[in-house]
């Protein structure tokens, strides 16, 4: 098993045939979380951050890196399915592994963000039985399940497009006289994102 690749380009390309998916997406709702970070430091500076801290925020790790974790985890529990992850991975930490407290102990470094090598020392430690210990390791692929880089200038121009699909929502509403909500978002996306894609590729 291994993460299913849908690159950032690819989930901007879907998002271009069908905005709706944008609420789905992990790489989109990343975004949210990041320009949700630029909007609280620029609250706490009392002036506009820029995009700097929307990239500032994929770099950081308990930034992005942590959450996509969190996403992972929400999968491997069942609690959601994340179709960037592979459909065999729903549910993972609830089947009947070998050795149901060595998966317990596992699953708790997971969910700290935990990597392989301070497993590895745990097991050795502990002295866990290697070949089932290795054998849940091999399934849960940690190290296949991080985040994919992007490159700086593609964060921020995605985002300045998001900027401008929320002053559209903005104005519509204010037209509207009332929040007209995602859906005005997504009619920016399904008007304007692809000349903004143009500039992506």
């Known amino acids: 098993m291994g993460q299913k690749k849908i690159s950032p380009m690819e989930a901007c390309q879907e998002v271009a045939r ?9 790489f989109f709702l990343a975004m949210r979380e990041a320009r949700r970070y630029k909007w609280i430091k620029s609250q706490d500076q009392g002036k506009d951050v820029g995009q700097e801290a929307v990239v500032e925020w994929f770099h950081m790790k ?4 942590h959450w996509y974790r969190d996403k992972w985890v929400q999968h491997l529990f069942g609690k959601k399915f994340w179709r960037e992850f592979d459909k065999e991975e729903f549910d993972l930490a609830g089947h009947h592994f070998p050795a149901p407290d060595t998966l317990k102990q596992i699953m708790k470094s997971v969910e700290a963000y935990g990597e392989n090598l301070g497993l590895i020392r745990w097991c050795h430690e502990t ?3 290697e070949k089932q210990f290795l054998c849940i390791l091999k399934n849960l692929d940690i190290n296949n399940h991080r985040e994919e880089q992007m490159e700086d200038s593609f964060i921020k121009t995605l985002s300045e497009a998001l900027d401008e699909a929320d002053k559209y929502k903005w104005l519509k509403s204010e037209k509207a006289g009332k929040d007209l909500g995602e859906q005005a978002i997504y009619q920016w996306f399904t008007e304007h994102w692809k000349e903004w894609l143009a500039k992506l590729t």
């Open 18 to 26: 069908n905005p709706e998916a944008m609420a789905s997406l992990l």
């Open 62 to 65: 308990d930034g992005a890196a």
């Open 127 to 129: 002295k866990q039985d």
